[in-house]
């Protein structure tokens, strides 16, 4: 059978254990590994300044409902939305306008853990 447990919050990254109780009484454990989110890369991780729906590669850890943000070069925050159709560490992120040059900032947070990642944006 499978089983499908939502977590509203698993606590700090780390070895946890799962345990699951039928309505006998009966007892079933596993460890899981939880995972903060992680960029670890942003391609291409330069991009023309004024750019409309331009597409970034991000690699690293994510997860589905994550919030996505750009802030542009003047701090011009957009929102990109949630993390949606993570496939492994890949996920891809359209930037409806990258702004003027200088150096951007992309942002993930689950609502406890932010990490983000600078894009240079040039001429």
């Known amino acids: ?29 596993t460890s ?15 991009v023309t300044a004024s750019a409309t729906g331009v597409a970034l590669t991000v690699s690293g850890y994510f997860a589905d409902g994550m919030t996505m943000k750009w802030k542009n070069a003047v ?3 957009t ?8 496939d492994g560490t890949n996920i891809r992120v359209t930037v ?3 702004g003027p040059p200088g150096s951007a900032t992309l942002t993930f947070t689950n609502g406890r853990v932010t990490v983000s990642e600078r894009v240079t944006v040039v001429r």
């Open 75 to 77: 701090n011009a925050e």
């Open 79 to 86: 929102d990109l939305g949630p993390v949606t159709n993570v």
């Open 32 to 46: 899981v590994e939880v995972v903060n989110p992680k960029i670890n890369s942003i391609a291409p991780d330069t």
């Open 96 to 98: 409806p306008d990258v």
């Open 1 to 29: 059978a499978t089983v499908t447990v939502d977590v509203t919050d698993v606590g700090p990254a780390g070895l946890v254990t799962l345990v699951l109780v039928s309505k006998l009484g009966l007892r079933a454990s």
